[in-house]
């Protein structure tokens, strides 16, 4: 096979070569960034927000991502596809991670699964069983309630060192990469330093070993209703506005009878 490995994240962060990740929920994105050379793609649990529309990510449920998933791994032929472990899914212990860790394994074959916060022991749970993790520190939406929303985490000395003890346990626990998501840039800086596998960075500047978006957000698709786009995101596209005014376009040839034509007609 031809798909990218664990082991090629780590030869690039020991070459000083950044890549850059992205979420996809869907066949077509998929394929898109696959051809692009993205590595890396996430079916995020971001989904709950940027496909089914709830307000957090803690409604998402296993069934509505293993769907996604299956869908982004059959589209692919060279990326690695990590699945999002849903709130809920994994927190009550080893046993519960990995039984989810499987499904999503065999359920929708995808490479890699991805959990939250300080869990050193379901990452050995699930790695122990073949099947790589990827860590998530900083930031982390499912626990938005107890971190009082969307805020800078790691921020101070005390916060600084517990990021990077917790990235440390993460890795000691088996995890191929650690995601740091709104983290201090210095911060995010000393974990990729001191780490021997590789950093992800959302919001955490530019010293990371790689970087993720919500590809909604970097593709401008997120209309203005969904709240202000926060500031670590950089659009490079506006696929809003794009999509808008064909759908606009579309609808007054239709009304006005210029759509379709002869070369339309069978
Ligand atoms: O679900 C998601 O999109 C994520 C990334 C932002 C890291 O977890
Ligand atoms: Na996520």
Request: hydrophobic content about 40%; proline content about 6%; aromatic content about 6%.
């Amino acid at each position: 096979g031809t798909r990218v490995r664990t082991r090629h994240l780590q030869l690039a962060k020991e070459r000083g070569e950044k890549w850059a990740m992205l979420t996809s929920y869907d066949q077509y994105t998929a394929q898109i960034f696959d051809e692009a050379g993205i590595p890396v793609l996430l079916v995020g649990d971001s989904a709950a927000n940027n496909v089914f529309g709830y307000e957090s990510t803690l409604p998402v449920t296993v069934e509505e991502m293993l769907p996604l998933v299956r869908a982004v791994v059959g589209a692919t032929k060279r990326a690695l596809i990590v699945g999002d472990l849903p709130f809920g899914t994994y927190e009550e212990g080893p046993v519960q991670a990995l039984r989810t860790a499987v499904r999503f394994m065999k359920e929708a074959r995808c490479h890699a699964v991805k959990l939250e916060g300080h869990r050193p022991e379901q990452i050995a749970a699930i790695t122990g069983a073949g099947i790589p993790v990827m860590a998530h520190l900083g930031f982390t939406p499912q626990s938005e309630h107890q971190l009082g929303g969307y805020r800078v985490q790691g921020r101070g000395e005390d916060a600084a060192a517990t990021v990077l003890q917790q990235a440390r346990e993460a890795v000691e626990a088996g995890a191929f990469s650690v995601v740091l998501e709104m983290v201090p840039g210095d911060v995010a800086k000393q974990v990729t330093a001191e780490l021997p596998v590789p950093t992800i960075g959302i919001g955490a500047g530019p010293d990371t070993d790689a970087q993720v978006l919500v590809w909604q957000d970097m593709a401008g698709l997120r209309p203005a209703s969904a709240g202000p786009t926060p500031r670590f995101v950089k659009k490079y596209a506006d696929l809003h506005t794009v999509l808008s005014e064909a759908a606009t376009a579309y609808a007054a040839e239709v009304r006005e009878g210029t759509f379709p034509t002869a070369t339309h007609t069978f």
